[in-house]
Every structure is written in C-alpha cells, then in structure tokens.
C-alpha cells in the first residue's frame, strides 16, 4: 500500500481546493492596517536557527534519490517493504505526560480511544489525545480555537491557510519557540527529525525562529505535471517524448480528438501548463523591479493558447463546463487522454482505478518543455512541504521535549518498526503481512488508515507501491529525468506576514474567476486585461505589489 502517495493526493487535492497549489510564498494575514515584520525565511539569520541535517545510512532504498538544483531531490523508491523492520527509537520515548493533538483528516473520523490509540499510546509512553476534525471545514475550526485562545498542545496548521490562521501572528504568541531545541545540532538529539531535509524546516521558521515540526517533506514538490494515459498513446505509435513544445502539443491535441467517438484530448491543464511560457507562479524580478505575475506578457500568452486550445474543440465539454469532480473518471474513461493534475495521483490506488477499467492502462507524464521548443525547461518548485505542526507555547521546557522525543518517534524513516507501528498498527490486529505487504485488517481501515499521527511528525516522502512496482519505477524515472528543471522562485519559502488588505488583493478572486472562463473559451485574454487593470487600481493590486517591494524584496531579498 501506497502511504506516502496516497496521502499527497489528497493533500494535493485539498491544496486546490484552497487555491494555492504549493506555489509559496505562504502569506499570513495580520490583521489591521500596520505593517508587521515579514516573517522570514532567508538569509544568515534564519540559517543560524535550521536544524542540522543528518541523513539515515543504515536505510538504503532500490531506487537512490537524485539531486537537482540547490534543495532539489528525487523521492527515493522501495520496490518492496522492508523485512527487517529496525527499530530507530530506544525505550519508551514518552515520561508518562498527558496532551491533546488536532489534526485535520479528509475522510472518516475514528473513533476515540481506539484501540490503535490506546497501543500508540502504550508506544509512546504518553497520553496522547487524538481529535482528528473535519479537514473540509479545519479552516474554519482553527480560528474558532484561536480566538478563544484555546488551542490543544498539540496542533497541525497547514501551510495552505496561513492566512486563514494568521499562523504568523500566533507564532511567540500562542505557538512555541522551539528553537532552542531543534536549531543547529540541537536536533541531533532527535535522529529521525534530524533526517528531515533542512528546507522542509523553512516552512515553519517565522521571524528568525523556528516554530513548526514539517511533515512529509520532499525535495520534488511541484504544483503538477501533465498526464496522458500512456497506453492509449502506445497504442497509437505515438511516444510523449515526441512533444517537445505547445505547438507539438495542440498538435498531438487535434489528433487525439475525435468528438464522435466521445474522446477529447484533454482535461483541464492550465494549472499544470501556463508557466511553460515563461510566466513565473506568482512573483518575478526583472531588473530589479517585483512584477506580479499577472503583469506579464508570459501569462497573457500563456492564457491566449489554452483560450485556443479549448476553442480548437479538443477540450473534453465537461471540464469546460467547470467538472473537475468527473476528471479522473475521464481519464480512466479514456474519454480524455491528456490531463493536468498533482504528482500524487501517480500511485499504486490509481493504478488499480485505471486497470479496474481498462487492464491495459498505464499513467505517463510528459518531461518539462518550454512553450517555445526551443528554451530550457523551468519549472518552479514549491516550499519542502505544506504541513506543518505546532505546539502550545504554554508548554513547560520538560513537556516540549517530552512531545519532541514522541515526534522523534512519529518521524522514524519508511519502513522502520515505529513507523510500521504508526501507518499500519499492531501485526496480527490492525495489519497482517500478505506476500510481504502490511495489509489493514477490517479494523486497521477502521482506526488507522484515515491517518492522524503523520499531520504531527512524518518522515521525509518516499515512491513505495510494493504491489505495482512498474508505478514506483515509472514515477522515479520521471523525476529524475526533470528534476534539473526544479528552480526556485521568487520568495520561494519564505513565510510573510502582510495586513489584512494585501492578503485580500493577494487573493485577486476576480481575476481568478475571469482567468478560468478565459483558458475555458468563455471571455477573451483582453477581457482578462481589463481585470487585472481594474484589480491593480481599484482591488489593491498596485498596493500589493508596492507591499511586498518595500517590506520584502528591498529588506530580505528574493529568497532564492
């Protein structure tokens, strides 16, 4: 079974669900009309207070990680799960202390005071109230809790809705300054969180502190990929390799569709394919002056060629109609060949979705191209993770190294005893081994798989689909074949906190909503125009832009 991937689906899909599909920066709304200090994520400051970085040696996957730019890795891969489950952590990492965890879960709510929490708890040497909430509304529950001050010790604020949070503000406030025990080789007491890459820590570091404990890590974290379905295109003798710019693309489109036949080329794929033409996520500079995406040519060009595309006809109707919900029925459908979507759904769950209906089906995903043909591929890569956790700065010294030492244990690499512990449960009760695969009993779907220990501590992302390996291999070859093409963007990790209004402007709701019906054929890129000209005056924009010049790129630089 496919954790780690099966959980960036979601996660994934949660993250457009809230808009911003791990584009960075992580903005955080301080409310009033004052200008706030920008918690930083870059320079000398904030690399005094990182933990240090040490790897696992005694863990070796099948497949090595590959290394791209700077922060840029490869997952590894496990063809299978290790036999020799070795445990990481010595004794009982708890002293016997009682806390309470919120955690965010999309799907069904286990019951409380389970059985795998009870034998977590016996693990972990602690009490360990487990209040997982409906990740659908976390939104608008976290609030609530903050504004009466009343947060559990224990809680995952994802990254996703800062603003939401105002996870800045809380920061020193309500959430507690763990640097004194994580920076530098202070987390070497802490082995398995000392293996957390060093650029997954950025994402919980405000104001030169560090505040957050990073889950599933990644050096591999884009917004998405294009996907075709690479058996249909095997079937037609046409190889993705072949398409090596948007020409070739709207191309391959008109030969793919055949209207009659109730197939269309493509899905929705703006998310996935604008910045092909050079439009940066959100921020760019050019001879020293901020430009904000929607000031550029780039993405006007961008917009106007998939305005084509999906004027052309070879866009599938319903996802013009805005169902993004049927997509993956689509495609497994063959109804469209070619979709845009997160790296998460490449998995062994996917796998067994498309062959259920057709044996023979098989996810690709093109290499990154420019739009041109002719530059090299860029692609801007989002912060190490989005999920991030907190604990309650009312904490005692003695309890937040208690909870440091269980997140130790919640962090231990793929594989291991602790970690088979906390995404299977007990052998024999919540799992048994079938051909070598932990395998959840009725009860171990019932109270483990919808997970809730990984949103406190998690070990860095690997590709593990133990019963699909072709899956594990094709994603691994993916990423290092484009894992050179991984940049880092303009404030890329840095968590800022801006006044209420820039946040507002930040959203651009309207130009967003003018943006889709314009890559959907609905309205012309000079209505498009005439939106964002009306946003920069009228809906903050020009002030947005002047905001992050004067408080961030001037002060802190670009974060690159």
Same mark, same amino acid.
């Given at each position: ?253 008109? !030969? $793919? ?7 269309? &080329? ?5 998310? /996935?394919?604008?910045?092909? *033409? #050079? ?122 190294? !208690? $909870? ?7 962090? &231990? ?5 602790? /970690?088979?512990?906390?995404? *299977? #449960? ?135």
């Amino acid at each position: 079974m496919n954790i780690e991937l099966n959980r960036r689906n979601f996660l994934n899909a949660a993250v457009a669900a809230a808009g911003l599909a791990a584009v960075g920066p992580l903005l955080s709304a301080c409310g009033g009309g004052g200008a706030q200090r920008a918690g930083v994520n870059s320079g000398e400051a904030l690399r005094a207070v990182l933990p240090a970085h040490v790897p696992h040696s005694s863990f070796r996957p099948d497949i090595p990680s590959v290394a791209g730019g700077p922060d840029v890795l490869t997952d590894p891969g496990f063809l299978s799960y290790p036999a020799n489950r070795v445990a990481t952590v010595s004794g009982t990492p708890g002293r016997g202390g009682r806390y309470s965890s919120v955690t965010p879960l999309w799907g069904t709510i286990p019951p409380a005071g389970n059985g795998f929490y009870q034998a977590m708890n016996k693990a972990l040497g602690v009490e360990l109230e487990m209040r997982p909430a409906d990740g659908n509304n976390y939104n608008t529950i976290v609030p609530t809790m903050t504004a009466a001050k009343r947060l559990p010790d224990w809680i995952q604020l994802p990254a996703w809705w800062n603003p939401n949070f105002n996870t800045g503000g809380l920061a020193g406030t309500q959430l507690a300054d763990l640097t004194p025990f994580l920076s530098g080789d202070n987390v070497k007491k802490y082995p398995n969180l000392a293996a957390i890459p060093t650029a997954a820590w950025r994402a919980g570091a405000w104001g030169d502190k560090l505040y957050g404990i990073p889950s599933f890590a990644s050096g591999f974290q884009i917004a998405g990929a294009l996907f075709h379905r690479r058996d249909l295109l095997d079937a037609k003798g046409i190889s993705a390799g072949e398409v090596k710019s948007a020409d070739d693309l709207m191309n391959l489109g008109k !030969e $793919l569709t055949d209207a009659k036949a109730g197939v269309w &080329a493509f899905d929705d794929i703006y998310t /996935y394919f604008y910045t092909a *033409f #050079g439009a940066p996520l959100k921020w760019k500079v050019d001879n020293g002056k901020l430009v904000h995406l929607y000031e550029t040519q780039e993405f006007l060009d961008g917009l106007e060629w998939h305005r084509k595309l999906a004027a052309a006809g070879y866009v599938h109707p319903d996802a013009l109609a805005g169902d993004n919900a049927g997509g993956s029925t689509r495609f497994y459908g063959g109804k469209v060949v070619i979709t845009g979507g997160g790296t998460g759904a490449w998995n062994l769950a996917d796998d067994q979705s498309g062959k259920a209906a057709n044996p023979a089906y098989r996810r690709g995903a093109f290499d990154f191209f420019a739009a041109d043909g002719k530059g090299a591929p860029r692609v801007d890569m989002g912060p190490a993770t989005t999920m991030v956790s907190y604990l309650n700065a009312n904490l005692k010294p003695e309890q937040i190294e !208690e $909870l440091l030492a269980v997140a130790n244990y919640l962090a &231990a690499p793929f594989g291991s005893a602790e /970690y088979t512990m906390v995404n *299977f #449960g007990t052998e024999g009760t919540h799992f048994t081994m079938a051909g070598g695969v932990p395998t959840p009993t009725d009860a171990g779907r019932k109270e483990v798989q919808a997970q809730t220990y990984p949103f406190l501590a998690a070990p860095a992302n690997v590709i593990s689909n133990q019963t699909a390996q072709s899956v594990t291999r094709d994603v691994a070859a993916w990423q290092a074949a484009n894992a050179k093409a991984l940049a880092k963007p303009v404030f890329w990790s840095m968590n800022i906190s801006m006044p209420q209004a820039q946040a507002t402007a930040e959203a651009a709701q309207s130009v967003y909503d003018t943006v889709k019906d314009c890559y959907h054929g609905k309205k012309s890129v000079a209505e498009v125009k005439e939106v964002v000209a009306s946003w920069k005056t009228s809906g903050g924009g020009d002030r947005l832009i002047a905001w992050m010049n004067d408080n961030v790129l001037q002060k802190f630089g670009t974060g690159q």
